[in-house]
């Protein structure tokens, strides 16, 4: 046996053994870091079940079939090239692996070069036709590379960044894994190694380079060994670098999918008032919610939320790449120290440990700035585009949490909406005892006075209130009464929802803001709700739940829709749509929470006689009109208007009429139309107030 042979040999194993010991110290070690850190509060059902089922179809989903990096088709595409690509090569490289570790042929050394694990289980053939693949599927992945260099440096797209020298490691290394299957299966055709009379053409086209620069059958028999080698040497480089490195979302992006819970999207976590930590909210690294911290590790600093973040989009400081980033920064820098001043101590002696140590993050790490905090409309379209399950909004909500409740810090625009629904449950501060004034000559009754109804109409606060959304109430009762819908609603003992407040980081007065309406609408047994607020229908349906309020909740505009088709309303054709277009403006809370897309715009096209013209951002990429989380009680950061943006690309669709489903649009995108002097061309109305208008 030759002893060069068996101390290459020895040379494999030992650099085995060190690449895997590494690699699987430092992702156990950083999982281990994310886990120290608080438990995850979801709802009730969701703490107590584990939800296999769920978690294996979010894995298969999104991590097998890759459907979020499909909202981007053809970065979809060339990502799928990538990530298929290993896959298909987890065969090969444990073919090399196995090879390497058993010496099997030491004796012969092209045998172990050679040695495939399906021509050992199998045949020569389908060896062969797995090797065909491979060389195909390793052109398919330096297509994809290339494609991802390219929008790197060369298109230079926002989001990226074009100084990233640990993407140039990563691309280098990828591509020399594909580069030396590729040269060394060429190699094989002009070298003992080659088994298979008629080679792939891949295959047999890089022999033919081999042979057309000189390479003979001895020394590509060496070229073989030389690639099986490099790349050997490149995988075990590659499990050393990518823990550590922004790529380790190859590692963990899978897990964050996996421990994925089944809560609705638009519910935040219920904060326990009670907790006898003391924690409210998150600034200390160790306080987040443990899912936050692994939503760090698993970030590809890809873009995509920067990109389709409002804030971000009109120029505030907010960047929602920034806050998961940051949050990576602290997990392994504050967050080692936590680990490190705590070891050896009992829980006692470690939590003194850990409190003379700052671990805060907030305005300690630039990208998580109160300005940032405080910009964020919890659209949730950062969460929405992000391929790998991250949440920002909720990392935001938890440090809006710890500034509200724990260091009273917010606008005093936000404070003073705060103390209207603590005194007169409403953001605008009208006296509660006027809340059902808009129902005045109508013949709207009370549950009060009647709670044998249907159906329970949740007015909301605009409704109410707002003299333009009272015209939208007002319209939505006509609509009822056209249908002949028993219905009432709660009138002065109805309150404010709390979405703002609960958005905006005031837990405390959204949790008694809800328990007051749950246990007035308990009491009346209301089983049904239907309102024409996002925000409240989304409160309503996803979050009252955590109190004790269960019921089967509707937006307007699913009810709206469900008595046009089974013919308890009908609608005609406006007569504006023969002399203008229409277009529809969707609202974050109804469309991205709660995946309603459908039935506002089937109304909208009832109205239009079936025309509608779509804005460039709409649907899941809609951009939103800037009110949401809390916004619509705070001052924007700059004139770059978030409303003013949206509004412009809702004009030009050349609509003359922009139909919302949501008081808050409606007056962010009024006031758009306003700020480009439109008022005399274009109108914007509510779905119910363009149903309303035509009836037949």
Same mark, same amino acid.
């Given at each position: 046996m030759?002893s ?17 010991v ?7 070690y ?10 995850a509060k979801?709802?009730?059902d969701?703490?107590n ?7 294996l179809?979010?894995f ?5 079939l ?14 799928a ?24 042929g ?24 797995y ?14 590379l ?5 929008r790197?440096?060369?298109?230079k ?5 074009v100084?990233?020298?640990?993407s140039?490691?990563?691309i ?7 580069i030396t299957?590729? #040269?060394? *299966?060429?190699?094989?055709? &002009?070298?003992? @190694? ?7 053409i891949? !295959?047999?086209? $890089? ?6 620069v ?7 028999d ?22 550590t490195?922004?790529h ?9 999918y996996f ?35 692994l ?30 980033v940051?949050?990576?920064?602290? #997990?392994? *820098?504050?967050?080692?120290? &936590?680990?490190? @001043?705590?070891?050896?101590k009992?829980p006692?002696e470690? !939590?003194?440990? $850990? ?12 990208g998580?700035?109160e ?19 991250n ?17 009273s ?19 605008w501060?009208?006296?509660a ?31 109410a209130?707002?003299?333009r959304?009272k ?5 939505f ?12 609603i709660?009138?002065?003992?109805e ?28 009491n ?9 607020c996002?925000?409240?229908?989304n409160t ?17 505009s699913?009810?709206i ?19 203008g277009k229409?277009?529809?403006h ?23 006689g ?6 460039i ?7 939103c ?7 619509m009680?705070?001052?924007?950061q ?9 509004t412009?690309?809702?004009i ?8 919302t ?10 006031d758009?139309v ?23």
């Open positions: 030759d060069t042979r068996i101390a290459f040999h020895i040379i494999f194993i030992i650099l085995f053994a060190v690449a895997n590494v690699f699987a110290r430092a992702v156990i950083r999982l281990g870091l994310v886990f120290k850190a608080r438990p979801f709802n009730e969701a703490r079940n584990l939800n296999i089922g769920f978690r179809k979010s298969f989903v999104n991590v097998i890759q459907k979020k990096n499909f909202n981007e088709p053809l970065r979809g595409v060339m990502h090239f990538i990530f298929y690509g290993f896959i298909i090569y987890l065969l090969h490289t444990s073919s090399q692996m196995v090879a390497g570790i058993f010496g099997w030491l004796a012969d050394l092209d045998e172990v070069y050679s040695f495939t694990i399906l021509g050992w289980l199998f045949s020569d053939s389908v060896e062969h036709v090797v065909a693949i491979l060389n195909a599927v390793s052109l398919l992945v330096l297509v994809g290339g494609f991802f260099a390219y790197r440096w060369i298109q797209a926002k989001g990226l960044d100084h990233s020298p640990a140039a490691i990563v280098a290394m990828i591509s020399t894994l594909m299957t590729l #040269l060394g *299966e060429g190699a094989k055709t &002009v070298a003992s @190694v080659y088994n298979v009379a008629e080679p792939d891949i !295959a047999a086209g $890089i022999g033919s380079v081999w042979k057309a000189g390479v003979d059958y001895m020394g590509a060496i070229a073989f060994e030389v690639m099986w080698w490099g790349h050997i040497l490149t995988v075990f480089a590659f499990m050393l670098y990518v823990p490195s922004k380790a979302h190859l590692i963990f992006a899978p897990v964050n421990f994925a819970t089944d809560t609705p999207k638009g519910a935040l976590s219920k904060m326990d008032l009670e907790d006898e930590t003391g924690v409210w909210g998150s600034n200390r690294v160790e306080d987040f919610p443990w899912p936050n911290l939503d760090g590790l698993s970030c590809i600093e890809c873009g995509r939320c920067q990109v389709q973040c409002p804030a971000n989009r009109t120029d505030k400081v907010l960047n929602p790449k920034a806050i998961i940051e949050l990576k920064h602290a #997990l392994m *820098e504050k967050m080692v120290e &936590v680990d490190n @001043v705590s070891k050896g009992t006692e470690a !939590a003194e440990a $850990i409190a003379a140590i700052d671990t805060g993050v907030i305005n300690t790490y630039e998580l700035s300005e940032a905090l405080w910009g964020c409309t919890t659209c949730y379209a950062c969460v929405e585009a992000c391929p790998v399950g949440n920002q909004v909720n990392a935001i909500i938890e440090m809006r949490r710890h500034l509200v409740q724990v260091e810090k917010m606008s005093p625009e936000l404070q003073g909406a705060f103390t209207k629904m603590e005194n007169n449950s409403n953001p501060g009208v006296g005892h006027t809340r059902a004034d808009w129902a005045q000559g109508l013949g709207v009754k009370t549950m009060a006075e009647d709670s044998n109804v249907d159906i329970l109409y949740w007015v909301g606060c605009a409704g209130f707002d003299d959304n015209s939208i109430t007002q319209s009762v006509k609509i009822l009464q056209k249908a002949d819908v028993n219905f009432g709660l009138g002065t003992e309150g404010c929802s709390g979405d703002s407040a609960r958005r905006g980081g005031n837990e405390y007065l959204y949790q008694t803001l809800a328990q007051q309406n749950i246990d007035t609408m308990n009346y047994n209301v089983k049904k709700i239907v309102t024409a996002p925000h409240c229908y309503i349906k996803n979050e009252y739940p955590q109190f004790g309020g269960n019921y089967e909740v509707y937006h307007h699913d009810y829709n469900q008595l046009a088709k089974e013919g308890k309303i009908d609608v005609n054709v406006s007569e504006d749509a023969n002399a229409f277009t529809y969707d609202s974050c809370y109804l469309g991205r929470y709660n995946d309603n897309y459908d039935n506002p715009r089937e109304l909208v096209k009832k109205v239009s079936g025309k509608l013209e779509e804005p951002d709409t649907k899941t990429k809609g951009l009109c800037g009110a949401g989380g809390a916004q009680w705070m001052e924007e700059n004139n770059n208007r978030v409303n003013v943006k949206r412009k690309q809702l030009d669709t050349g609509a003359t009429t922009i139909a489903a949501c008081p808050f649009c409606i007056t962010m995108i009024t758009g306003k700020d480009e002097a439109k008022t005399d061309v274009v109108k914007v109305k509510d779905i119910a107030e363009l149903v309303a208008e035509n009836l037949a």
